[in-house]
Every structure is written in C-alpha cells, then in structure tokens.
T-cell receptor, first 115, second 114 residues
Framework: AQSVTQPDIHITVSEGASLELRCNYS??????LFWYVQSPGQGLQLLLKYFSGDTLVQGIKGFEAEFKRSQSSFNLRKPSVHWSDAAEYFC?????????????FGGGTRLMVKP | DADVTQTPRNRITKTGKRIMLECSQTKGHDRMYWYRQDPGLGLRLIYY???????NKGEISDGYSVSRQAQAKFSLSLESAIPNQTALYFCATSDSGTVQETQYFGPGTRLLVL
C-alpha cells in the first residue's frame, strides 16, 4: 500500500527566508507526486505535480519540488517566503498506471511566516 | 464561478440526525471523490465514483453513503451522524481522459456533530 509521510507538522520561517518542506513516500512503482496548498478557510489548490521526466518540477507561486527516487522523497522548496505563503501544505502520491487516480495524502505541514 | 462547489459550507447537527452534503462541478469531469480532513491525518478517501453507474468505497466508508445523481453531482450522506464524524469534508473531481490526471478540490464543508 502506498503511504506519505510529512515529518514536520509545523514550520516557522521568517519572511524572505528560504523554505523546504519534506515529503517521503512509499510506493511500489513509479509514483505520481503532488503538492497542494490549503490557505485558511479555503480548499486545496494544486501547486505542482510530477509524473515523469525532469525530476525538478516548477509550480505556481514560485514553488519547486525535486523528485529523488533513491530517497523516496519529493521535497517542496521556495527561495524566498512571502507572508501570503502561510498555509497548510499537503504532499500526495498516486498510482502510475492510473487505473484510478487514488491519491494518498500526507498529514500536512502547517507553515507560519514571521514578519 | 467556482468549478467545484459544495453546499453547505458549514453545518452543525446533532447526534443521530441524517444529513447530506452536496457537490456540484462544471468541469465536465467523469470522476468524483469525497474526502474528510482531520488535523494531523491529512485527507482520507471516503467514496469515489468513476462515472454515474460506478461507485466505490474508499478507505473510511463506514457510516457514510453516497449518490451520484448525474455526472456533475455527487452527494455524501451521514445516515445517523456521530460526534467523531466532525471534520472538514472535501469533494474533488478528475478527468480520466487526460494523460496527467489531476484532482481539483471544492472549498470544503465544515461539519460539527454535537
């Protein structure tokens, strides 16, 4: 069975500092990998996704993520955090064969941004 | 207008009551999903439907039922609500016809069972 672990429940960074949110997955084949963001009171918005090809993926709002197969990781990064990035971030994994895109989500990381 | 809408956005109910959460989409997608979100647990799949005649249980379907009334509508029912069903509920859709299938989420329904 597939699983996703986000080791950091809460992270606090200063505005302008760099950010890395960790995501580790367990899946028996090549996964589809996603990062979603949930702003307070909002639904989930897709930041970026990895299906195949270049392991460094660019997303919206200046975010990027790198797929590292050897480490079973898909960490999310941003070079300079803005106060509006404060939100909860979810990593998710889905099956490659797409016989149903059953997403498994991590527990989420809540990001707080200090002025 | 939002592509995936959920009604109501907030609901308070009492133990034992039957309630229905509704989801509508204008994206033309064939697949629809219901998740619940609990703090620290992320989102967990309750039910999913790949078309109007295809409905499947997810990871945590006990205590819930669903109805796919049309391609655009997918309802979640709690037949007899209990307090541990207090959660944030999300509907999502996806298009099986795309090579890179992505799920799109509604704004959520916050449910409190007293």
């Amino acid at each position: 069975a597939q699983s996703v672990t986000q080791p950091d429940i809460h992270i606090t960074v200063s505005e302008g500092a760099s950010l890395e949110l960790r995501c580790n997955y367990s899946y028996g084949a090549t996964p589809y990998l996603f990062w979603y963001v949930q702003s307070p009171g909002q639904g989930l918005q897709l930041l970026l996704k990895y299906f195949s090809g270049d392991t460094l993926v660019q997303g919206i709002k200046g975010f990027e993520a790198e797929f590292k197969r050897s480490q079973s990781s898909f960490n999310l990064r941003k070079p300079s955090v803005h106060w509006s990035d404060a939100a909860e971030y979810f990593c998710a994994v889905g099956p490659y064969n797409n016989a149903g895109n059953m997403l498994t989500f991590g527990g989420g990381t809540r990001l707080m941004v200090k002025p | 207008d939002a592509d995936v809408t959920q009604t109501p956005r907030n609901r308070i109910t009492k133990t034992g009551k039957r309630i229905m959460l509704e989801c509508s989409q204008t994206k033309g997608h064939d697949r629809m999903y219901w998740y619940r979100q609990d703090p620290g647990l992320g989102l967990r799949l309750i039910y999913y439907s790949f078309d109007v005649k295809d409905i499947n249980k997810g990871e945590i379907s006990d205590g819930y039922s669903v109805s796919r009334q049309a391609q655009a509508k997918f309802s979640l029912s709690l037949e007899s609500a209990i307090p541990n069903q207090t959660a944030l509920y999300f509907c999502a859709t996806s298009d099986s016809g795309t090579v890179q299938e992505t799920q799109y989420f509604g704004p959520g329904t916050r449910l409190l069972v007293l």
